[in-house]
């Protein structure tokens, strides 16, 4: 790494600071180590989710004949199959899987502002930040429009013993299955979205630093890697959330 | 970093910003798309079970391999780095085995203890 803008000499020795441990800067080092936290904090989320699961009923029918009941866990596809603007119209997990390709994409973009701070072409770098700042902002708009529909439910609703029906979920009642279904979609796919936010805050507030020229006159665009490293890892987490979450 | 420092020489050399490499990025970007693609469509054309879930692990760790290895640039970082993260995410990986197994068995004694 360039030290251009260092003033006073750096100490070089083994043993007083003067190398990195595994030839990474210590931004980026503690950066991994709070990512693997980070890591432990959703398997815990995926691990309760995987609990509650178990200790509900599996769904025992055939596919075509399944409906909403609080005696039996839901099928995923058969809960997140709307799509925008096409009303009652079946589309198992098209909405989820464009969720996942727009985060994805988003990952891309990053990498390339990452390639372009290398090659310290500060208009590159500035426009694939914004491409990734759009595509954050487009997941998350995604991500509200799924937690209203979620939150509204569906025209035929759960009908209930007493001849009651219960349209959309919120934390104590549930349409599409047993509460602690609709608790832990809203608490894993809302902690992963909150990381999203966190992540177009960081990204807003680099984009600003690029344009002011501040990683320029520093002489590397680390900055740039350290959010990136945050943001890859906000799409692996979805990898994951996908998977357990929408698939299995 | 280390590989990728030659470029910022160049840029204070010459002043010149060299030209993107970005072959690779557009490569994992497209691998990731294709394994996602056939995730979904295994969820319409298989029916559930044990089996399909394997396939659907399978395909993740294999998403996960990419993004970390590719996007993230672990791959090419030192040794030491890459075990430093990888040791603990796969004691992570056995905890959470290990939490599911045990936490069913010990939900189901407690289940059948009350009936």
């Not at chain 1, 990952?107 to 390639?115: D, N, P, R």
């Not at chain 2, 939490?99 to 068995?105: A, K, N, Q, S, Y």
Request: charged fraction near 15%; proline fraction near 3%.
């Amino acid at each position: 790494m360039s030290q251009t803008t260092t003033f006073e000499q750096p100490n070089t020795g083994t043993w007083d600071g003067g190398n990195e441990p595994f030839k990474a800067s210590y931004g980026k080092l503690m950066m991994w180590f709070f990512l693997l936290s980070d890591a432990f904090t959703f398997g815990a989320f995926l691990t309760t989710y995987g609990l509650a699961r178990h200790r509900h009923q599996a769904y025992e029918g055939t596919p075509e004949a399944f409906t909403f009941s609080t005696e039996w866990w839901p099928i995923p596809e058969k809960v997140f199959n709307a799509f925008p603007f096409f009303h009652g119209v079946d589309w198992p997990l098209a909405f989820v899987a464009l969720m996942t390709m727009i985060l994805i994409l988003s990952s891309v973009t990053m990498v390339l502002a990452v390639e372009a701070g290398h090659r310290m072409d500060k208009n590159d770098v500035q426009k694939w930040l914004l491409w990734t700042i759009l595509f954050g902002g487009m997941f998350l708009g995604c991500q509200a429009w799924e937690w209203t529909h979620f939150i509204a439910g569906t025209d035929e609703g759960m009908k209930l013993a007493d001849g009651s029906v219960i349209h959309g979920a919120n934390l104590i009642v549930n349409q599409y299955g047993p509460p602690l279904f609709a608790d832990l979609f809203f608490f894993i796919t809302g902690f992963h979205g909150t990381h999203v936010l966190s992540g177009v805050v960081l990204l807003i507030m680099i984009f600003i630093n690029t344009v002011n020229g501040v990683y320029h006159r520093r002489g590397h665009y680390e900055m740039v890697e350290k959010v990136g490293l945050y943001w890859h890892f906000v799409d692996l987490v979805w990898v994951f959330v996908f998977t357990f979450f929408y698939l299995v | 970093m280390a590989s990728h420092s030659h470029h910022a020489d160049e840029f204070e050399q010459t002043g010149n910003i060299p030209k993107a490499q970005t072959k690779v990025i557009w490569k994992t970007f497209f691998i990731l798309c294709a394994l996602t693609a056939v995730e979904f469509a295994f969820a319409f054309m298989m029916d559930a079970g044990t089996l399909r879930n394997a396939i659907f692990i399978g395909l993740t760790l294999v998403k996960a391999f990419y993004i970390v290895g590719e996007f993230m640039h672990l791959k090419h970082e030192t040794k030491g780095l890459i075990w430093a993260v990888l040791v603990p995410t796969v004691l992570l990986v056995w905890l959470l085995v290990a939490l599911l197994v045990e936490g069913t068995f010990y939900g189901e004694s407690v289940f059948n203890y009350f009936n």
